[in-house]
């Protein structure tokens, strides 16, 4: 009988063109040997490949649409080139598969079938949003996007802030680009001046800025975050 293949999970960039220096090289070998791919859209995947300059002729590479509409049924259709033996790689729009991505179910899926997950080591906005921050990096959750309805927003601003300040546990949470701005307005609206929030944008890119300050600083000097991928940290005392 013939071994399953591996499902490796393979990080893209968070900005673009710096594959080269921010990859390591265990990534651009799997990339280089793998000829399936799941990713969320197929220009993306093509331009990050190509980016990173390791003779490949995408011609060659076959590429399955992996999103978050993906029926489940599919989902279980997309592994089976693992399930003949071959090596799978899901590769995420930015950052790393799994995390606050779809790549996740097919690693569920995996999981059901007995293929081995690999994941590879790649740039993750929230762990370098994290670290730069200087809040607590023991306890902390990440919340993924808040609500877009304001008033669901809204409430979970004030729960997230209550949460860091009574327990002392960072609060990381993110936007979809084109709303950052909007975002930012409940936020320094919503939370109180003294509380501190920590601005991760572009990061890894030219334009990197992580920046620490009390609501009350932000709200005299706020930031242009439209369409510029941000995370967003509340950080206890």
Request: charged content about 25%; some cysteine; glycine content about 8%.
């Amino acid at each position: 009988m013939k071994a399953n293949g591996i499902l490796y999970l393979v990080p893209n960039v968070l900005a673009l063109e710096t594959g080269p220096a921010v990859m390591a090289p265990v990534v651009k070998d799997v990339i280089a040997a793998t000829s399936h791919f799941l990713v969320e859209d197929f220009r993306t995947a093509r331009r990050y490949i190509s980016s990173l300059k390791l003779g490949i002729n995408l011609e060659e590479v076959h590429m399955e649409k992996l999103d978050k509409n993906t029926p489940d049924a599919q989902v279980r259709k997309l592994l089976e080139p693992a399930l003949q033996g071959q090596d799978l790689g899901v590769l995420s729009d930015a950052g790393c598969p799994g995390i606050a991505d779809p790549g996740a179910r097919a690693v569920a899926w995996a999981h059901r079938l007995g293929i081995r997950v690999v994941p590879l080591p790649g740039p993750s906005s929230m762990f370098l949003a994290l670290m730069g921050s200087g809040f607590n990096g023991q306890a902390f959750t990440f919340s993924g996007y808040l609500p877009i309805e304001r008033k669901e927003r809204i409430k979970a601003i004030k729960e997230l802030e209550t949460r860091a300040l009574k327990e002392n546990t960072t609060q990381l949470f993110m936007e979809t680009p084109f709303r950052n701005n909007r975002l930012l307005e409940d936020l320094l609206e919503q939370l109180g001046p003294q509380t501190l929030l920590c601005i991760a944008s572009e990061l890894t890119g030219e334009g990197e800025m992580i920046r620490t300050r009390k609501v009350a600083d932000w709200r005299k000097e706020k930031p242009d975050l439209h369409k510029v991928p941000a995370v967003f940290l509340i950080g206890g005392s």
